[in-house]
């Protein structure tokens, strides 16, 4: 501590480069202050990392809560927050130069995710966080005496309150122990859903509307109605701790959820698909609990597609364009949307999702008076609703859909909810006697999820800068004003049409999930693989070594994305290389 006071009086009033020698560790009373990475001027952008380090048989958090690897998930979440929540307490933000002196977190979500923010060992927890040391003057000068007030009262009270176990209030204390019992709940709903299965539960009591199409903390109006299950879907799932949890359960196989508009069609569908995360307690959802490997399919006019057999659903195109192995820098609706289908399939998913407002009408279905005005040898598109039965029985891909207007899937749904204002009720019955048994088809779909393999030549993170006449070895880079974006090499990487990326963290960790993608292609000596096999492999890699494997420039800011996210931002290189019998 001393150490750190003396050298930040060295450098008072110097210009703001020389805060470089402040890397290294200083010990403090009761913790480990590490500078990792340092900025390069006031407020820049990454800021500098630090990380603290306290041992476990201070910090006193109960063994209890580090049994399993879903606790551990819970503990370093709740611990990132408690340091956020704690920074609003105490610390003064912006202080300096160009809103420099300010402690920050990376952004966080409404979900608990792997991130490498919070790393427990045999015997110590490190927090990496964001550190943006103060200037002041015209020129940017260090202000040692602002930010020895930063290190020594706030970063000391930050600390205090965030790791030290007995200084927890009974509140903060019932918070740890709620983000545990979520995870350890939902430990076990999967575990049922495996056994019986279910696709997706979602518990009674559910709180399931957002705050706004942007905002996905839960609503705050009072007249939200909870979520309760249909009695013919509930289910009662027994708890290792005598308690139980009730809910609605929806089986493998074809689904619809219809309604009239403004019901919560899309609301019960939203919180499907964000049922792939855990969310912390007080979100509304944190006993909605999806199978793992869905996927939310939509259409997306204009993305890239490499060499995709999208002719299960889309014939021979005009001009004698072939669809077995289908390319395109400007994909339409319908395309990209058999695309979407075929790679989710391909990358491992047995789950799609669609809700009807964000496809391709000419890809779900073809009504009568089309087809009476249009020859079926005019069209190539062989809509979903034609094959929806034959993907269940002969892929086993389940499938859940939102419908409003297209009543026609319907005919071909196992189960067919309906959400009357936000009321859900269980209408499969209803359904059949009105519309007659389910419409089986029998269409044969070959086995088109291994086809494509990946050159070796991939992911090339070089970037060429032409106004420099320069090449900058490596560009990992999200943009702060398009979040959903990837600067990649050359590449730029539009996700904003992947639904199930909870939080801009990802999107650099995909980054790096491809830089990782390329050393291993490089060292590879066997013949080329799949895409499915390079995700898996490097999922097995993370999970036995953590996200410090993909070694990022700035430790401690990135969140790990599901293998299916990753897969998509694959697809959507424009200078994606399959390779080539």
């Known amino acids: 501590m001393h150490q750190l006071h003396n050298l930040l009086a060295s450098i008072a009033d110097q210009p703001f480069h020389t805060i470089q020698k402040l890397r290294g560790s200083y010990h403090f009373p009761r913790f480990k202050l590490s500078f990792i990475?340092?900025?390069?001027?006031?407020?820049?952008?990454?800021?500098?990392?630090?990380?603290?380090?306290?041992?476990?048989?201070?910090?006193?958090?109960?063994?209890?809560?580090?049994?399993?690897?879903?606790?551990?998930?819970?503990?370093?979440?709740?611990?990132?927050?408690?340091?956020?929540h704690s920074i609003d307490r105490f610390a003064q933000q912006n202080r300096g130069k160009d809103g420099s002196g300010s402690f920050a977190t990376i952004a966080l979500s409404q979900k608990m995710l792997n991130r490498d923010s919070v790393l427990f060992s045999d015997d110590a927890i490190d927090l990496r966080f964001l550190i943006s040391l103060p200037a002041k003057g015209q020129g940017g000068v260090v202000d040692a005496e602002q930010a020895w007030i930063m290190f020594s009262q706030e970063l000391t009270a930050i600390v205090d309150a965030t790791f030290f176990y007995?200084?927890?209030?009974?509140?903060?204390?019932?918070?740890?122990?709620?983000?545990?019992d979520v995870q350890k709940i939902r430990a076990e709903i999967t575990r049922f859903m495996r056994q019986h299965d279910l696709?997706?539960?979602?518990?009674?009591?559910?709180?399931?509307?957002?705050?706004?199409?942007?905002?996905?903390?839960?609503?705050?109006?009072?007249?939200?109605?909870?979520?309760?299950?249909?009695a013919s879907l509930q289910i009662d799932i027994s708890l290792a701790d005598g308690r139980s949890i009730s809910g609605?359960?929806?089986?493998?196989?074809?689904?619809?959820?219809?309604?009239?508009?403004?019901?919560?069609?899309?609301?019960?569908?939203?919180?499907?698909?964000?049922?792939?995360?855990?969310?912390?307690?007080?979100?509304?959802?944190?006993?909605?609990?999806t199978r793992e490997?869905?996927?939310?399919?939509?259409?997306?006019?204009?993305?890239?597609?490499?060499?995709?057999?999208?002719?299960?659903?889309?014939g021979d195109l005009p001009n004698g364009l072939k669809t077995g192995c289908f390319s395109s820098d400007n994909a339409s609706g319908s395309t990209s949307q058999a695309a979407n289908i075929v790679e989710a399939i391909e990358?491992?998913?047995?789950?799609?999702?669609?809700?009807?407002?964000t496809c391709a009408t000419n890809f779900l279905v073809r009504d009568e008076l089309i087809r009476k005005?249009?020859?079926?040898?005019?069209?190539?598109?062989?809509?979903l609703y034609s094959t929806v039965r034959s993907l269940w029985r002969h892929h086993h891909v389940s499938m859940i859909f939102v419908v409003g207007g297209l009543g026609y899937f319907l005919q071909k749904a196992d189960t067919c909810l309906l959400m009357d204002n936000y009321h859900c009720q269980d209408i499969t019955g209803k359904v059949r006697d009105r519309l007659g048994p389910i419409m089986e088809e029998n269409i044969p779909i070959a086995d088109f999820a291994l086809s494509r393999r990946l050159a070796a030549d991939n992911f090339d993170p070089a970037y060429i800068n032409q106004r420099l006449n320069k090449t900058i070895p490596k560009r990992i880079k999200d943009l702060r004003n398009a979040p959903r974006q990837l600067e990649y090499g050359m590449d730029l990487i539009n996700l904003e049409a992947v639904a199930q990326?909870?939080?801009?963290?990802?999107?650099?960790?995909?980054?790096?999930?491809?830089?990782?993608l390329r050393a291993q292609l490089k060292q590879w000596s066997g013949k080329p693989e799949t895409l499915r096999f390079w995700i898996d492999r490097l999922e097995s890699e993370i999970n036995k070594q953590g996200l410090d494997f993909l070694q990022p420039d700035y430790p401690g800011i990135l969140s790990m994305p599901r293998k299916y996210e990753l897969a998509a931002a694959i697809n959507r290189i424009r200078s994606l290389k399959i390779f080539q019998e």
């Open 373 to 383: 005005v249009l020859d079926a040898a005019q069209e190539p598109i062989k809509p």
């Open 293 to 314: 490997d869905a996927f939310f399919i939509r259409a997306e006019e204009g993305r890239s597609i490499r060499n995709v057999d999208i002719s299960p659903f889309i």
């Open 347 to 357: 990358s491992g998913s047995r789950l799609l999702l669609f809700d009807e407002d």
């Open 199 to 230: 696709v997706a539960f979602i518990g009674n009591g559910a709180r399931l509307p957002r705050l706004s199409g942007i905002d996905d903390r839960p609503s705050a109006c009072n007249s939200i109605k909870a979520f309760q299950s249909p």
């Open 248 to 289: 609605m359960g929806i089986k493998e196989g074809i689904t619809c959820i219809t309604g009239g508009g403004y019901h919560g069609k899309s609301t019960l569908m939203q919180a499907i698909l964000a049922g792939v995360y855990a969310h912390i307690p007080g979100d509304g959802r944190e006993y909605v609990v």
């Open 37 to 84: 990475k340092m900025q390069g001027s006031p407020g820049a952008n990454p800021a500098s990392i630090a990380s603290i380090n306290i041992a476990l048989q201070d910090s006193k958090i109960p063994e209890k809560f580090f049994k399993t690897s879903e606790c551990k998930l819970a503990v370093a979440d709740f611990l990132i927050r408690c340091f956020r």
């Open 166 to 180: 007995r200084r927890y209030d009974e509140p903060t204390q019932t918070l740890l122990r709620q983000f545990v």
């Open 501 to 516: 990326i909870a939080e801009a963290p990802q999107i650099l960790a995909i980054g790096y999930c491809l830089l990782a």
